[in-house]
Nanobody, 115 residues
Framework: QVQLVESGGGLVQAGGSLRLSCAAS????????MAWYRQAPGKQRELVAQ???????SYADSVRGRFTISRDNAKNTVYLQMNSLKSEDTADYYC?????????WGQGTQVTVSS
């Protein structure tokens, strides 16, 4: 079993920054894909960024150049550095792990950007 716990959300003014963290525990193996998703009120959950165990990254067009995903395999933690935040970044942010065909989700952390 795998547990994912997000932290770092909060209220920030437009133009500000936040760093989200996702700590994984349980049956963790180094080969997996970690990702951040978000879901705004009334909208579908969408992929924000993902990172492979080898460090390859990809981003949604809406956040490319502003957000950076990274991981520390020794700490089983993935991060999302969010800069130049906009009101449209307001959402619940979820960490996801894909490993051996199984998907695990965290409970989410709320990010609110005030304009």
């Amino acid at each position: 079993q795998v547990q994912l716990v997000e932290s770092g959300g909060g209220l920030v003014q437009a133009g500000g920054s936040l760093r989200l963290s996702c700590a994984a525990s349980g049956r963790i193996f180094s080969i997996n894909v970690m990702a951040w998703y978000r879901q705004a009120p009334g909208k579908q959950r969408e992929l924000v960024a993902q990172i492979t165990s080898g460090g390859g990254t990809s981003y949604a067009d809406s956040v490319r150049g502003r957000f950076t995903i990274s991981r520390d395999n020794a700490k089983n933690t993935v991060y999302l550095q969010m800069n130049s935040l906009k009101s449209e970044d307001t959402a619940d942010y979820y960490c996801r792990m894909a490993r051996d065909g199984t998907i695990y989700w965290g409970q989410g952390t709320q990010v609110t950007v005030s304009s």
